[in-house]
């Protein structure tokens, strides 16, 4: 299983104090990496792997997410 690295998210948004662009960009990589085999397997064979995959893999992202109570930068409940 491979790890998405936060450090370089840390590094181009931590200096301006913006954590909810820290957030945002690296759960958007973490999305893209999961899509990534699907998207490269599937494309060709399943309509719209290459569009839909990197959103629909966001989606569960988001909801292991919300289901596990990691809410965010700053604990903060939608």
Not at 4 to 25: E, M
Not at 26 to 43: D, E, I, M
Request: proline letters at 8%; a negative charge.
């Amino acid at each position: 299983m491979a790890t998405v690295d936060p450090t370089p998210f840390f590094q181009k948004y931590g200096p301006a104090g913006n954590g909810w662009a820290i957030f945002k960009t690296y759960l958007n990589a973490v999305a893209q990496q999961a899509a990534s085999p699907v998207v490269a397997k599937c494309t060709g064979t399943l309509a719209a792997a290459d569009v839909y995959t990197i959103d629909n893999a966001f989606t569960m992202l988001e909801s292991l997410r919300i289901d596990s109570g990691l809410l965010g930068p700053f604990g903060i409940h939608p």
